[in-house]
């Protein structure tokens, strides 16, 4: 028996890169690319996808949604990375983490949306919390996250490192988007959180290329009042014990740390996620760490299809 094909549409591109090279030295699968000339050949793509066993869209939304639909060889099972379907019926959410069934529902899947790089962090720290009752779903939710500059894609990259940079030093300090508050993680996040009402999402770009610190601050007055900082950080350890990429600081170390690093788990697949509490002022925030290439893209790509192909 022949080891699975893998087709990666869009392999030129930020995650199609990162996801072709943590796959290209595997001899357990073999990985379909086409010459350059044929990349854009609609007829050429359409035989590519629907030969594989499994097909990594790496694509902006309206692409990956023309790709996904040209799928028409049942055996054939699609890994989204773009946002197109990931609050679309049908379509498997693919955050293993997310409770203790979702990895085998990605193992079993046909087609799984990849989460975004934001949604990675913030749903992981929500969802739990949420379902086990400690944060009402209709709570007042405001996120604030600062990735680097890969995050806006390939013409991000190019345009913050290419030759009319120069050394990167087109990439600004501080850039903060997204203020009509019309981010396209905002329904992802309140769906698969499990929120009853939208959040304030405020994301920013910073002038390092990769990596994801996010924050959600919490008002203690404004929870039931048997809610503390430990019983939030209990949670979140019971929810990812034994989880392989998803840490949990003790809220010992979180103590002793005054300063999160965005960049602290580049190269990695992991996710860091912390309670910093202030008991005297009634306040704690919550945090995740990762890189937005790995566990927030390419990363958490090849997990699920390291699920779907077991």
């Known amino acids: ?132 009752g400690l944060l009402p779903a209709d709570h007042p939710i405001t996120i604030h996250a600062v990735s680097g500059y890969s995050g806006g894609g390939r013409a991000r990259v190019e345009e913050h490192e290419g030759a009319a940079a120069g050394s990167g030093s087109g990439a600004p300090a501080f850039k903060l988007y997204g203020l009509r508050l019309e981010h396209k993680h905002t329904p992802e996040i309140e769906r698969h959180a499990g929120l009853s009402q939208r959040p304030f999402f405020l994301p920013a770009y910073g002038s390092f290329r990769q990596g994801i610190a996010l924050t959600i601050p919490l008002l203690m007055r404004q929870l039931p009042a048997s809610i503390t900082g430990e019983r939030l950080h209990a949670c979140l350890e019971h929810h990812f014990a034994g989880a392989t990429h998803v840490e949990v600081t003790s809220l010992a170390e979180a103590g002793a740390i005054e300063h999160l690093d965005p960049q602290a788990l580049n190269g990695t697949n992991q996710l860091r996620l912390g309670v910093f509490t202030n008991e005297r002022h009634g306040q704690v925030v919550l945090t995740a760490v990762f890189d937005n290439l790995g566990k927030g893209a390419s990363g958490g790509a090849v997990q699920n299809l390291e699920l779907m192909l077991a």
Not at 56 to 62: F, G
């Open 1 to 132: 028996m022949s080891a699975p094909l893998v087709f990666i549409d869009g392999d030129q591109g930020t995650t199609g890169l990162q996801i072709h090279d943590r796959l290209r030295h595997r001899t357990d699968l073999r990985l379909l690319t086409l010459p350059e000339g044929e990349r854009k050949e609609a007829a050429r793509r359409t035989e590519a996808i629907n030969s594989c066993d499994v097909a990594i869209l790496c694509l902006p939304d309206a692409p990956a949604r023309e790709a996904a639909a040209a799928v028409v060889n049942p055996a054939v099972r699609v890994i989204d990375a773009s946002s197109a379907h990931r609050t679309a019926p049908g379509w498997v959410y693919g955050f293993p983490e997310m409770d203790k069934e979702q990895a085998a529902r990605i193992a079993r899947a046909r087609r799984v949306s990849n989460p975004g790089c934001y949604p990675t962090g913030a749903v992981a720290l929500l969802r739990p919390l949420v379902q086990a």
